[in-house]
């Protein structure tokens, strides 16, 4: 584990288990104008930094997730995110390469967000819905930070998936000498009106929960649980395609009656049960506040729009190296939005790999088991490893 | 219009309009065993029904839809659902048919449904959550008993989208002899997991809200109306398609700013907007309970089930010309699920032409400005008509 001479801030009072995290004195100007007097930054390394600092890789985690990629995540007690993925012997091997992976700002996993405490205002108390609206810029500049307390020049890769993949690319933009490597995944370089429109529902039953109290739940020692259910559930059914969702649950219906009164709810079909089981489960470990404002800042994305709404431009300086991967069953970012994004690193001759894996999982296929996108990505860095060897060993 | 022995009862006292409805004191059997004891059916005819009473069309609304197929309204001051479609000179040529619209079995525009007061309890009041889970099939035997009250032998045709093309399968299969054309639009002859999955995030919003105390907000003078508009908003998304979504609103904001001292949402996007629109709209016209009522029947909707799962077997004794028709943007009942309703009709030798209208417009373009629709409908009761009487001077 890396200490550093930046101070390493004590645990969050709010969880059980410590959070290593680390304190930016220095504050953060947001793309907004506004400043952030006081930035935490919670992250997690796995392998070793080696003596070049060649061979870090930043993993940028989706809406909901976190900093706890692999191994076991000590607030849930289950196995991380993506620990199929990351691991010794494994397609990210942290026998190679030692992997960064921050919580996002704005979030509620220890980096700065609307449940931290703000420190700039005479009203003490947590930030709240008057946290600032961030982007995904903003969130890219953040880890920035903490790669430079790292002291690393160039990532080897970045790495992301869904909104970890606008990161990703935002990477590759903000960062041009900073990214050997760019591997965005079911993502996409723009939210749609759809992508809004749902987060928007979404948020709307947020807001319609009276425990959400406009934000203020927590003064009230309530959370909007109702309401961050029923958003987490309508978001899930867009993790996953019509097919999975029929192989996995079809029609059937669950074994026991619920309630034999109920006319109309006395049975449950067993994919409602599987949505309120996601919907509860949510509520207890996501912050109804992150999940608007992080929500908001992927509404906000759109990576041309600084670039007069022209991506081709926005790709211009760009000097990674690049793989695009889609899945075929996507629908939230469907491999049309890949092949925007390659379609425009094309257009500036930028080195593009591009790979729709073929998969009834939908979404969620880069967190599930799929064999393909393993070898897709370990394929991907063997390849520019060798690449890079081969550029250094002629310069 | 059409006056009857069968009592003719009184405006409904919710309602500032008359309502134009019959009472079927004999009440109905539902599929669940449980006798519905007073039955009333709201309903609208347009044109005139033929002395041989053989031109008389069955149009069948969807989950929302009403009566008022067209004119205007005498509920919304607006025009008809459908009045683009159907009237002199129109392709549901009123010149030329007797239309039959009724309310479905469930909803809240006169027929009978959770708004209507009980009269088989000791409990005297609204029916409410206690309302009857009803069925697909309950919806269309209700119709029936209005088709036998007009003494109509067979319908020249039944014509519905979404769940009005339900309706129409559901006719066709229950009374083969009583249907001489079937029109099955943009529909499914099952719900699927990710159908059922909308539906319940959306009965989840309207449960969460406060104010719909467990199905007896008329108790207590309230509506559920925070939650019903998250609903309606999801709903919403789910009837458009992306393309059309992102061709009516992009990414484009709204011009003025709407609250200039929220750092989230001082901002919106147009398709926001829009969508709150449609949720408060939709709350004025529609009650929650009904909504609840409906959805679950639509759920609980599979043709093949009476037939061990085999829509085959379920299609056997049908006598029915078909025209399936679908949309190649709608993902909430996509053309292949209208082929597998084709598929099964032709291995039981049944005449069907099958259409898929290219149209970006989602699963909503069945109400919407689509002239490959309107050639279609017109051009296929055209035939069937020309089909019909051959038939006649043949026999």
Known sequence: ?????????????TQNESIQKLLFAEGLVLENGQKLNHLEIAYQTYGKLSSAKDNAILICHA??????????????????????????????DTDKYFI????????????????????????IGYWGIDFPAITIGDMVNAQKLLIDHFKIDQLFAVIGGSMGGMQALQWAVSYPDQVYAAIPIATSSF?????????????????????????DYWRYGVIPSRGLAVARMMAHITYLSEDALNRKFGRRLQETMIDSSSPIFGEMFQVESYLHYQGSNFVRRFDANSYVTISRAMDWFDLSQAYDGD??????????????????????????????IVKALNRVGAKVSFVEIVSDKGHDAFLLDEPDLDHVISGFLAGIKRQRQLENNAS
Chains 1, 2 share one sequence.
């Open 63 to 92: 809406l909901t997730g976190d900093q706890y990629v692999t191994g076991i995540n000590p607030i849930s007690k289950k196995p991380g995110w993506w620990s199929r993925m990351v691991g010794p012997g494994l397609p990210i």
């Open 1 to 13: 584990m890396v200490t550093s001479g930046i101070k390493q801030v004590a645990a969050d009072e």
């Open 100 to 123: 960064i992976c921050s919580n996002v700002l704005g979030s509620c996993m220890g980096t700065t967000g609307p449940r931290s405490i703000r420190t700039d205002h005479q009203k």
């Open 191 to 215: 939210h749609s009106a759809q992508n809004i429109a749902f987060n928007e529902v979404g948020r709307q039953a947020i807001f319609s929960d009276p425990d959400w109290q406009n934000g």
């Open 311 to 340: 991506l081709v431009n926005a790709f211009s300086q760009v000097k990674s190296r690049f793989c695009v991967i889609s899945f075929s069953s996507d629908w939230l970012f469907p491999t049309s939005r890949s092949r925007v």
